[in-house]
């Protein structure tokens, strides 16, 4: 029968799970974890008869051996937590190795044949969610500290897992459960109708929770860059130099580059790293009228790629007036976040008619991707949009992921629902209903309260060691 994730996890608690915690391949150090109530017991059964002893929070260098042909298999340093005070609340054992794949196979091996069980992804991390030693959004940020791409996104993973996003919600959660007791007294006691005094500082109250829970959900597109990333997509018409471009910013040939019109004619992307940021580059087809079919194509799809960039490089071609075409491109990507780059000014150097156009607009860059003028800005001008929104990470608490947003931005609708049926007189208990789901929302944000399916899905995303 199958068993769900979470099920299994749940059913299989009281194993005693092993895995290797370090990356595979060969490395100084390699990390055993054991962690259970006979993980104790079975560490010893590694070491030598005389030398069994344990002390809480102390390393100690050991001997460890084949516990049935008794030949020396490694020294390791040996380190012992004791219930409840580790990782995952439970006794935790790890042994520090020399990182041979075939030394770690070896104990891994015999500790499963003394009785201990393979460790699922994420389990050692769903026991300590399940024993309180963390919440859901702090599990999250090892995954997110683990994978991190730039400095910023550590930093940001290493403030979750310290409990500052869990912290932030607090006292919105005590706000918002203060109004529900409230109005559910109202509702029960008929004779405490609020007053019309009171009932503008509930006003009050519910409109700084709207914006508190407003503020969190519009983080994400911040925080979505910390872990991520930043992708730029190149745009223009045909031949105005997009290809000479990306291949100056990278720095190597990597796209093909000719006279002839249509010569792009599918997505082309490579990253690289500017100031710490990594940067997804795209190199589009140009945006024409086309007969050919595989080039039609390669522009359907850049149409596309304007929806998932984060910064639009509008290439034009110095020297040239304003195509009707590049108008119609430029009011098309009016909402995304651009930047102006106009190329080829080492030939056409008359681009005073197009700086003039968007003067006002400041993101405007001239270039010779011919000779490399001006690249230099460009990168510049792309790491000023994006530590626009990078500097707000410093100093603030942001919603790092997809399932974070998804509940934020439902607590939000539901604040603005309590709004609306309180002002429209639709009914206390019509609020109510409201202001417990979105505290419902907040509390599944936490683990508090959480849609059991879900848990399989998010800690199945861990390695085999957390």
């Given amino acids: 029968m199958f068993i769900p994730q979470f099920l299994h996890f749940i059913v299989l608690i009281n194993d005693t799970i092993v895995a290797v915690s370090t990356p595979p391949g060969r490395g100084g150090i390699g990390v055993i974890r054991i962690s259970g109530e006979n993980s104790v017991s079975l560490a010893r059964c590694l070491f030598a008869q005389t030398d069994s002893s344990l002390v809480h929070a102390r390393a100690s260098l050991r001997?460890?051996?084949?516990?049935?042909?008794?030949?020396?298999?490694?020294?390791?340093?040996?380190?012992?937590?004791?219930?409840?005070?580790?990782?995952?609340?439970?006794?935790?054992?790890?042994?520090?190795?020399?990182?041979?794949?075939?030394?770690?196979?070896?104990?891994?091996?015999e500790l499963l044949n003394l009785?201990?069980?393979?460790?699922?992804?994420?389990?050692?991390?769903?026991?300590?969610?399940?024993?309180?030693?963390?919440?859901?959004?702090?599990?999250?940020?090892?995954?997110?500290?683990?994978?991190?791409?730039?400095?910023?996104?550590?930093?940001?993973?290493?403030?979750?897992?310290?409990?500052?996003?869990?912290?932030?919600?607090?006292?919105?959660?005590?706000?918002?459960?203060?109004?529900?007791?409230?109005?559910?007294?109202?509702?029960?006691?008929?004779?405490?109708?609020?007053?019309n005094l009171e009932s503008l500082k509930i006003q009050q109250l519910l409109s700084r929770l709207i914006l508190?829970?407003?503020?969190?959900?519009?983080?994400?597109?911040?925080?979505?860059?910390?872990?991520?990333?930043?992708?730029?997509?190149?745009?223009?018409?045909p031949n105005v130099g997009k290809s000479s471009i990306f291949n100056s910013l990278l720095g190597s040939e990597r796209a093909i580059v000719t006279h002839v019109p249509g010569t792009t004619r599918d997505l082309i992307s490579e990253t690289f790293s500017l100031d710490g940021i990594p940067v997804t580059l795209v190199d589009t087809a140009g945006i024409r009228e086309s007969l050919d079919i595989v080039e039609s194509l390669g522009i359907e799809r850049t149409r596309r790629a304007f929806v998932d960039t984060d910064i639009l490089l509008i290439v034009l071609e110095a020297g040239k007036s304003?195509?009707?075409?590049?108008?119609?491109?430029?009011?098309?990507?009016?909402?995304?976040?651009?930047?102006?780059?106009?190329?080829?000014?080492?030939?056409?150097?008359?681009s005073r008619e197009i700086c003039s156009r968007f003067e006002e607009t400041g993101n405007i860059v001239e270039v010779s991707a011919l000779t490399n003028y001006g690249i230099n800005k460009l990168k510049q001008a792309i790491i000023q949009q994006v530590t626009t929104d990078l500097r707000l990470s410093q100093s603030e608490v942001l919603i790092t992921n997809a399932r974070q947003h998804d509940l934020m931005r439902r607590s939000f609708d539901y604040l603005r629902h309590a709004q609306v049926s309180l002002t429209e007189h639709l009914g206390d208990e019509i609020v109510v209903i409201n202001l417990q789901n979105a505290l419902k929302c907040l509390d599944e944000m936490t683990g508090a309260t959480t849609v059991e399916e879900m848990l399989g899905e998010i800690f199945s995303k861990f390695c085999i060691g957390k």
Avoid at 97 to 104: A, N, Q, R
Avoid at 170 to 177: A, E, S, T, V
Avoid at 180 to 189: M, T
């Fill in 212 to 237: 508190s829970v407003e503020a969190f959900t519009n983080s994400y597109h911040t925080g979505k860059l910390l872990k991520n990333g930043v992708t730029v997509t190149l745009a223009g018409y």
């Fill in 115 to 195: 009785g201990a069980r393979s460790a699922e992804p994420g389990e050692f991390s769903f026991r300590a969610f399940i024993n309180g030693k963390l919440d859901l959004s702090q599990a999250e940020a090892i995954n997110d500290i683990i994978d991190a791409k730039t400095f910023a996104g550590m930093r940001q993973a290493a403030r979750q897992i310290s409990g500052e996003l869990s912290f932030s919600l607090f006292p919105i959660k005590g706000d918002l459960l203060d109004l529900i007791v409230l109005f559910e007294s109202s509702i029960e006691f008929v004779e405490d109708d609020l007053d």
């Fill in 322 to 350: 304003i195509s009707d075409d590049e108008e119609n491109l430029l009011r098309e990507v009016a909402g995304i976040p651009h930047c102006i780059v106009i190329n080829k000014i080492d030939v056409g150097e008359n």
């Fill in 63 to 109: 001997n460890l051996y084949h516990p049935r042909e008794k030949f020396l298999i490694d020294q390791a340093v040996v380190t012992y937590f004791q219930s409840p005070q580790s990782f995952t609340g439970e006794d935790v054992v790890e042994l520090s190795c020399h990182g041979s794949p075939v030394v770690l196979t070896c104990l891994i091996d």
